[in-house]
């Protein structure tokens, strides 16, 4: 009798596309065959961007909803790694430009902007609240100011104009098709780490000390720590989609909105 009632309690596996879901797969169709029907304008400027700043509110969600930590600041972390691709690239401002082939750049790029969110994570986390939003927009529009003021590094408030796309693969990666193909792999990647990282050990002791820090800091675990990691983490999805915004519209400028590079074709 026990054991047919074990028997009887056990749930058939899911398979991976009942675990997907309806509704994933026809955004996933629906995303892909969309530069079918769409012109370059809608592909770069509705579709490509949407996806950009997609992954840019993905960071913030798994800052704010996994960490309960809310920043302010996420449009500078992709500010910074944008004018790293200016800098450490080729620009046709006159001002720096070392040159360095994309492959090259982009790896320091995002590695810079990783190490400024960290920073800004460092500083913020030991407040709580309407306080860590108030310093992390302080940071922010220090951060605008500073580079529209700047002409040695930042080139002031011009900014970088002709900033190459990368071409491989045989592909220009500024057309339209190329461009939000991209973005779209990228939004994919960056959807896929926040699923997995949420349901890792990692993100399960972050939802913890996201409910009660003081409990979690008596068990052991090293709360700014782990706090501090994850102000890391997602400035690895903003980076490469400011990359992509630079490489794309060859243009990288301060905007008011906290230091993300207004772009123009």
């Not at 939003?133 to 700047?150: E, G, K, S």
Request: proline share 5%.
């Amino acid at each position: 009798m026990s054991l047919a009632i074990a028997t009887s309690s056990v749930t058939p596996q899911q398979n991976w596309l009942e675990r997907l879901g309806a509704g994933h797969i026809i955004l996933t169709v629906a995303l892909v065959l969309y530069p079918l029907v769409a012109s370059d304008f809608f592909l770069t400027q509705i579709g490509g961007y949407s996806l950009v700043f997609g992954m840019l509110g993905l960071s913030l969600m798994l800052l704010a909803g996994y960490g309960g930590m809310v920043s302010l600041a996420q449009i500078t972390v992709a500010g910074i790694s944008a004018y790293a691709i200016a800098i450490l690239g080729n620009n046709n401002s006159n001002v720096l430009g070392f040159g360095w082939p994309w492959w090259l750049a982009v790896p320091f790029a995002v590695l810079a902007a990783a190490l400024a969110s960290a920073l800004i994570g460092w500083i913020s986390v030991r407040t709580e609240g309407i306080y860590t939003i108030m310093i992390t927009l302080a940071i922010a529009t220090a951060t605008y100011y500073f580079a529209q003021q700047n002409y040695a590094i930042f080139n002031g408030h011009s900014g970088y104009a002709g900033i190459r796309a990368p071409a491989f693969w045989g592909l220009s990666w500024r057309d339209a098709k190329p461009f939000y193909y991209l973005c779209l792999g990228l939004a994919v990647l960056s959807y896929a780490a926040v699923l997995y990282g949420s349901r890792s050990t990692f993100g399960m002791t972050l939802q913890a000390i996201r409910d009660n820090p003081r409990r979690m800091r008596a068990l052991g675990y090293h709360v700014t720590a782990h706090k501090v990691f994850a102000w890391l983490l997602p400035a690895l999805s903003p980076d490469w989609p400011a990359c992509c915004w630079s490489g794309s519209t060859a243009a990288s400028r301060p905007a008011p909105s906290a230091s993300m590079p207004r772009s123009t074709c």
